[in-house]
């Protein structure tokens, strides 16, 4: 029985309606033959009332008796009106029975199709669509049923989940532009406050010739570091902005021409900061699908970060596993500590030894940069010591966003 009701209700609306259809058209007939021999039934027995039957026998060739009867209107006897009445009754029943039964059994079948196979669906979807409008996604759209109106609160559900998901995400785009521009606004009221302070001895002290030449060029020269301070700032604070709007273009790229250029940058940077750095290239492919601007500036922040904390070696591994470009940019430093690990990709993290000129951005960048490229960036320490940025990208999927 059970599986009789899910066949039951998973049946297509247009299987169902043919199943009404003809199943209560089967019962208008029945209903209708049934009324109509209960009717001529009812007639006869009225007319019997004014009828003389005379029998006589009849006997055939082979000696066989027939009693045969024969109905003659007896015209002594008048109808009264009561019969007369129900005879006409009777008559007009006759010419309603196939309309009526009809009829019924069409506005019947049609209202139990409504009740059964569309009226929760259309409320459900009804009262869906009111919550979308109202900005209401806090909910969910179940309908268990596989037919047409199964598939389409399915795709109501996807819908409103994909818009739950998109609010979502751009809420906490907004709830982090928040955040960036409230760390923005604070860590610039230090240098702020400091030109401040110099532009208030300046202005009460020139005036009256009581700062000596050595202290205004060191006041000037101090004014003009926290200038760069902020200039360095605002700059990037502005990447920061741009990286939720980035364009990321995968595209077939040379990978001997790409790890060229990485060991070009990693040799300049080894001769001016007097640190080893080694490239160690595994990718055997000719081409890789990767937008290489990203990937550059992806390794351009690990090694940034890296030459920070480096004693004197840093190491980066390029290879091609299954899908995915890994790059890995390690160095023989303290390594990170186990809240580094925890907070190192957030925005403006810095550890307590960083200097005041790093704002903390890089390693959020080379994670930000890596998950538009479809992969993701991890930190963890070396086995031996040190701290290790492990970036993946992937080289299936083009993207453009």
Same mark, same amino acid.
């Given at each position: ?20 259809? &003809? ?11 049934? %009324? ?29 008796? &027939? ?25 007009? %029943? ?125 006041? &000037? ?181």
């Amino acid at each position: 029985m059970d599986r009789i009701k899910r066949i039951w209700f998973n049946l297509s609306i247009q299987k169902t309606l043919i199943v009404y259809t &003809v199943g209560f058209m089967l019962l208008a007939t029945v209903l209708s033959s049934l %009324s109509f021999n209960g009717l001529d039934e009812w007639k006869n027995a009225i007319n019997k009332k004014y009828v003389t039957f005379e029998y006589s026998d009849f006997t055939d060739a082979a000696g066989r008796s &027939v009693r045969l009867s024969l109905g003659t209107e007896n015209s002594e006897v008048t109808i009264s009106q009561k019969d007369e009445v129900l005879l006409k009754f009777i008559d007009l %029943s006759s010419t309603l029975t196939i309309p009526v039964f009809f009829g019924g059994c069409i506005i019947l079948a049609a209202f139990l199709f409504y009740r059964n196979k569309l009226k929760k669906p259309i409320e459900l979807i009804n009262q869906s669509a009111a919550k979308i409008a109202e900005h209401d996604l806090d909910f969910s759209l179940r309908y268990e049923s596989k037919d047409e109106m199964g598939r389409l609160c399915a795709s109501l559900e996807t819908m409103r989940s994909s818009l739950e998901n998109n609010y979502r995400e751009m809420w906490r785009m907004m709830e982090e532009r928040k955040r960036l521009n409230a760390v923005f606004a604070h860590d610039l009221r230090t240098p702020l406050t400091v030109l401040r302070g110099y532009s208030d001895f300046l202005s009460n002290y020139i005036p009256h010739h009581k700062v000596s030449e050595e202290k205004l060029l060191s006041t &000037v020269f101090a004014i003009s570091k926290h200038t760069e301070r902020i200039e360095n700032y605002v700059a990037t604070m502005n990447d920061v902005q741009k990286l939720e709007d980035i364009s990321i273009s995968a595209r077939e790229t040379n990978a001997r021409e790409l790890v060229e250029q990485i060991t070009s940058t990693a040799q300049m940077l080894g001769n001016q900061f007097a640190i080893n750095i080694n490239v160690v290239n595994h990718i055997k492919d000719e081409f890789i699908n990767v937008d290489p601007k990203i990937v550059l500036r992806v390794i351009d922040n690990l090694l940034s970060n890296a030459l920070r904390f480096a004693k004197g070696y840093i190491e980066i591994t390029l290879q091609v596993m299954g899908k995915e470009l890994i790059i890995e940019v390690s160095d023989d430093g303290c390594g990170f500590s186990h809240e580094d690990l925890k907070q190192g990709t957030k925005a403006f993290y810095r550890t307590h030894s960083e200097e005041s000129v790093h704002f903390g951005l890089g390693l959020y960048i080379c994670k930000t940069l890596c998950e538009k490229h479809g992969g993701e960036f991890l930190l963890s320490n070396n086995e031996i010591g040190g701290a290790k940025g492990t970036a993946k990208f992937d080289l299936q999927k083009l993207i453009n966003n």
